[in-house]
Structures are given as structure tokens and as C-alpha cells.
């Protein structure tokens, strides 16, 4: 059993003082930028220490986990909102989509040269992952915008799934170009399909929820069909700030976890689970066998520390169902969050996360 990370890490405090001096106006883009540069070739050295078998750039490059990605393609563009009240729960401080045409590829994303970065400060023989969102969360997003209203917010609402497949599956196509041989797709999508308060808002605005679910799972495997076979795709599946989604294990049309699982053309998937549930487990019935699956045990983003009797106890209950060798454990998200300080986690504490899960 090998242990794994989900993706980000904290910032160190260098890259911390130096993107506040750039949002300042006391040093420009180039210093920033060769501070990030600092910042992850030191990240990639302590992941191999470590002991892991791949590294990532730690999304330290990133204001955002999902939209930095979306604005880069093609049709979006960033818009930034500084007063008046936003009727969803957002920041009031906070950049939007908007739309200059329809979406698409774009040759000279930024996150192929920050992969390039990447790919270059690694050792040959490690293996560099490169993490995306979930073209399901974009989905729902533009959504979400005129409450499901698509004719008012896309150029051409009948194509926007296509679209947005297209452009995923160019752009890793790319990625794969480039020397990258792992996608890893984060989701939070399904797991606030599995939210109760979240479906009857749904539902009361009229959306079909199997209609839906089928949509989405469509957008997951058009996105990455006719990869090369050597092109790992993982898909971590997140239930959004309360991180561990409500795993249900009964197969009724509401629940899209055992459709998901069993259909979406993905050979790894990142799930987090609460330690000690028996009934949580369960869910890992609906991978089909041969799939890998990453455990997410412990809290990334409190500095305390599980019992490993406890993670053993649940890892155990997991071999039951998925062959051990199929199976590794890592943290139950990334580490990188804005509160973090508030909780008391420093950058030290998840470098001491991934050190218990070695042990393991």
C-alpha cells in the first residue's frame, strides 16, 4: 500500500509575504514569479523526502483551486466585483465568468507553462501530476448563474456541454504533450449531489435530477475519451467544504454516487471517508474491480492527529472490498486553505500528515 497526496500544500511564508507585496504594488510579476519558482522547486524536493511517488506543483500558483484553470480557456474572461451584494454564498470580494464567446481550447493556457515548470524541476523519474477541475463544477456553475437560465448566459446553450468537453480534452491532450502522464480531475459537484438541502433546491427550480446526473457523467468521459493509454486519469470526489460527501450505498435514482463509480471512465479515484464508519465503506462495492482507490483518512486541515489504530481499523474494512494492492491512503483533501491559520495548521503540521501516513 502506497501513501498519496490530493494535490496543494500550504504556502511557505516567503510566498505568502511575497504575493502580498505584489497585491501591495511592491514588487511586480516577476518577482512574484520568481519567488513561486523557489517555492515549488523546494515543495518537489521535500515530496520526494517524503516518499512520495509522484509530486505536484502544491497549486501554488493559484488565487483559486477551480476558476484560475476556467479563466484561462477560451470564452471566459475574469470579472471582477467589488461592491453592491451578491445574492449567492460568495465573497463579496470575488471574480465571476463571463462570457466573450463560447468556450474552448486555448493553445497558451498558463497552466502549461506552469506544468512545464514543473515537469523541468522534477527528476526524470518522478512522475509530475497535474490537477484539474471538475468540468462538472464549471457546468454547474454556469448553471447557477441565471438560475439554470442557459439562453442568458451562453452564447449557444444547446452546445455547452460539448463545448466544454472539447475543451477539456484538448487541453489535457496537450498536457499530455508536454511530458504529463496524470490527470487528476477534483469534483465537488457529486458530492453536493448527494446534499438533500442541495437536490431540493434543484428540484424546486424545475431540474430534472436523473436527467442531470446523466449529463454529467456524459461530460466526464467525453472529456478525457481517446486519451493515450499511458495517460493516468484519477478523479477525486469531494462533498465541498464538509469534504466527505454523504456516501450512500443503496442504489436508488436519486443517489448519482453508484453511477459515478461505476461509469465514469476513470481508473483511480480520491475518496474521503470519516474513520470508523462500517456503512461509508460500503460505497466501494460500485467500483468495478481492478480500479485503484486513494483513501483520504486524516484531516489535512487540523494540526491533530488521528490514531493510526483508527485509520488501520477502516483500512482494513476497505480490503474487504477493494484488493489491498489496489489501495493507498492519503489526507481526505489538499492541505492548501485560506483559514488555515485560524485552525492552527502551519506549514510544518501536514509535511508531519504525510509522515504518519508513511508510517502507516
Known amino acids: 500500500m502506497k501513501h498519496d497526496i490530493v494535490g496543494s500544500f500550504l504556502l511557505p511564508e516567503s510566498l505568502v509575504e511575497a504575493r502580498n507585496q505584489y497585491l501591495a504594488g511592491a514588487i511586480d510579476i516577476q518577482q512574484l514569479r ?19 511517488s509522484e509530486v505536484t506543483s502544491g497549486e501554488f500558483r493559484r488565487t483559486y483551486w477551480d476558476k484560475d484553470f476556467w479563466f484561462g480557456l477560451e470564452g471566459i474572461q475574469r ?30 493556457h498558463p497552466f502549461f507553462e506552469d506544468f512545464t515548470f514543473l515537469r523541468n524541476t522534477a527528476d526524470e523519474s518522478i512522475s509530475c501530476r497535474q490537477t484539474l477541475p471538475s468540468p462538472a463544477n464549471l457546468y454547474l456553475e454556469i448553471l447557477a448563474l441565471n438560475d439554470g437560465r442557459l439562453e442568458q448566459t451562453y452564447p449557444v446553450p444547446h452546445q455547452l456541454i460539448d463545448d466544454i468537453a472539447e475543451a477539456y480534452n484538448k487541453t489535457i491532450r496537450h498536457f499530455y504533450k508536454i511530458g504529463c502522464r496524470h490527470i487528476q480531475i477534483d469534483d465537488t459537484s457529486c ?14 427550480g424545475g431540474v430534472d435530477l436523473i436527467s442531470l446526473h446523466d449529463r454529467l457523467i456524459s461530460l466526464f468521459n467525453n472529456s478525457i475519451s481517446g486519451l493515450p493509454s499511458d495517460m493516468e486519469l484519477s478523479l477525486y470526489l469531494s462533498g465541498g467544504d ?6 450512500e450505498f443503496l442504489e436508488y435514482p436519486d443517489n448519482i454516487m453508484p453511477k459515478v463509480l461505476s461509469r465514469v471512465n476513470v481508473g483511480k479515484f480520491f475518496m474521503p471517508f470519516n474513520i470508523g464508519n462500517d456503512y461509508q465503506i460500503e460505497i466501494l462495492r460500485h467500483i468495478p474491480d481492478g480500479k485503484k482507490v486513494v483513501l483520504g483518512l486524516t484531516d489535512a486541515h487540523s494540526p491533530l492527529s488521528e490514531r493510526i489504530s483508527d485509520i488501520l481499523d ?38 508531519g500528515k504525510i509522515a504518519m501516513l508513511k508510517t502507516i
Request: overall charge negative; proline content about 6%; aromatic content about 10%.
Open 34 to 52: 520568481k519567488t513561486e519558482d523557489e517555492a515549488i522547486t523546494l515543495l518537489v524536493a521535500r515530496q520526494i523526502e517524503a516518499g512520495l
Open 242 to 247: 464538509t469534504i466527505v460527501p454523504e456516501w
Open 314 to 351: 477502516t483500512v482494513d474494512m476497505a480490503s474487504a472490498i477493494v484488493r489491498p494492492g489496489n489501495l493507498s491512503v492519503s489526507p481526505k483533501t489538499g492541505f492548501k486553505l485560506s483559514s488555515y491559520a485560524s485552525r492552527g495548521l502551519t506549514y510544518e503540521d501536514q509535511w
Open 191 to 204: 458530492g453536493l449531489l448527494c446534499d438533500d438541502n442541495y437536490t431540493k433546491r434543484l428540484l424546486q
Open 79 to 108: 470579472e471582477r466585483v467589488e461592491s453592491g451584494h451578491l445574492y449567492q454564498p460568495v465573497d463579496p470580494f470575488t471574480d465571476l465568468m463571463q462570457f466573450t464567446g463560447r468556450i474552448a481550447y486555448n493553445p497558451t
